[in-house]
């Protein structure tokens, strides 16, 4: 594949989900645009959260995943991103020429202008004409760009691009550019972008970009090392916990292997080191489903302690003892977990409140979080109420 030819196009059925899960910015967060890389970051966490977007091999389009890119040209010290050590969401840094290849209709991308950033969504690109064009619900708004730019204007200014498609995007890419496959940073990216999206049956070709970025990265530096490691442990016990429930016998063998010589290489220990809280529950969530509930426990209690005021993991916790007949223990994290909840709704009420600049924009993430919680909220109370407890 030529990189002249840009991306390949989605599927057709995946196409037509893209506008789904990409609603119109202005649906979103009201009259006004994110006007901030924090925001904006704000933005793509609510899109990747709505109702409408595909998370799960049992949609409509399997396997949909959304990606968040970066350009290498802008410092990466002012990229909004939460940092986590390793499988978060952090964005996948290309050179900003990739980002043109990439361009397609219907992605979303922040334009980082003399004046301002932009925040616009793709309409159509023509590749011949070495042009694009933007569908913009705030373009009557002053100083905004004309709906359209050409391929030099987008690569020096875009910083961003929010797009969504199957995780063979990513494989398209290397073939377009094949230098890139040597890259580490880069395979790291793209196994926790795959990570990332939640859905464990991509756990194994996660673990496939890993490994070779464990491999590109022999003479890295041994704590950069170890955080590729980390994630190649994370996809290796999910994919070979996912193995364990197949009637094929040795389906899980191949995943088995490859972790034990990667613990023969690293300690267990310090790879679950550089594992998040929401990872060890995941994680812990996977080995119940085989049965292995004192693995689960160890864990459980690990994220815990982590982070005790955290109430995902409360809730993880919660539901592992109960299932184990620790009814006491159970309902004790439940209520510390109502508890962590309510302080965290009344923080995002607080946040609200007091940051104007956000507008509309902090409202909308605001509630979507404050729904999640109060999901959360009936998750622990049920706890309680199958124990005969009132909250």
């Keep these: ?37 924090a925001q904006w970051r704000r933005y793509f966490d609510y899109l990747c959260a709505s109702p409408g977007f595909p998370s799960s091999p049992q949609s409509t389009v399997p396997a949909a995943v959304p990606f968040l890119f970066a350009s290498e040209d802008y410092p990466e010290h002012h990229l909004p991103h939460e940092h986590i050590p390793v499988a978060g969401q952090a ?19 922040l334009l980082h202008g003399p004046a301002h950033p932009r925040h616009l969504r793709i309409g159509s690109v023509e590749r011949a004409a070495g042009s694009l064009n933007f569908d913009d619900p705030w373009s009557s708004s002053p100083g905004r760009l004309p709906l359209g730019a050409t391929a030099a204007g987008f690569e020096r200014d875009a910083v961003l691009l929010a797009t969504f498609d199957t995780p063979t995007l990513l494989e398209r890419y290397l073939e377009a550019f094949p230098g890139r496959r ?33 491999l590109a990265a022999l003479l890295a530096p041994a704590h950069e090392r170890e955080c590729i490691a980390a994630g190649l442990y994370l996809a290796l016990n999910l994919s070979l916990h996912d193995a364990r429930m197949s009637p094929e016998p ?37 080995s119940a489903r085989v049965q292995d509930m004192a693995r689960a426990s160890r864990l459980c209690q690990l994220a815990v302690n982590r ?55 902090l409202h909308h993430v605001s509630a979507h979080a404050a729904d999640e919680a109060r999901r959360l909220n009936e998750a622990l109370e049920a706890i309680l109420a199958g124990s005969g407890t009132n909250p």
Aim: aromatic share 4%; charged share 20%.
């Design 91 to 109: 964005p996948i840094r290309l050179p900003a020429a990739h980002l043109w290849w990439l361009a397609s209709a219907g992605d979303h991308v």
């Design 1 to 37: 594949m030529a990189a002249s030819d840009g991306r390949p196009l989605r599927d057709a059925v995946l196409a037509g989900r893209a506008r789904v899960a990409f609603p119109t910015p202005e649906a979103a967060c009201g009259a006004a645009p994110p006007a901030s890389l």
């Design 250 to 286: 040795l389906a899980a063998r191949p995943f088995a292997d490859r972790l034990y010589r990667l613990l023969l290489d690293h300690a267990e220990a310090s790879l679950q080191q550089h594992l998040s809280p929401a990872q060890l529950c995941r994680l812990a969530a996977a």
């Design 307 to 361: 982070d005790p005021s955290d109430a995902h993991t409360r809730l993880c916790r919660a539901r592992l003892l109960l299932a184990s007949g620790d009814t006491e223990a159970a309902l004790a994290d439940a209520r510390a977990g109502l508890d962590a909840n309510a302080q965290r709704l009344r923080e995002l009420t607080s946040r609200e409140d007091k940051c104007l600049d956000d507008g509309a924009l």
């Design 182 to 214: 040597g890259v580490p940073r880069l395979l790291n990216s793209f196994g926790g972008a795959l990570l990332g999206s939640g859905i464990d049956e991509l756990a194994p070709l996660a673990a496939c970009y890993f490994d070779q970025a464990l």
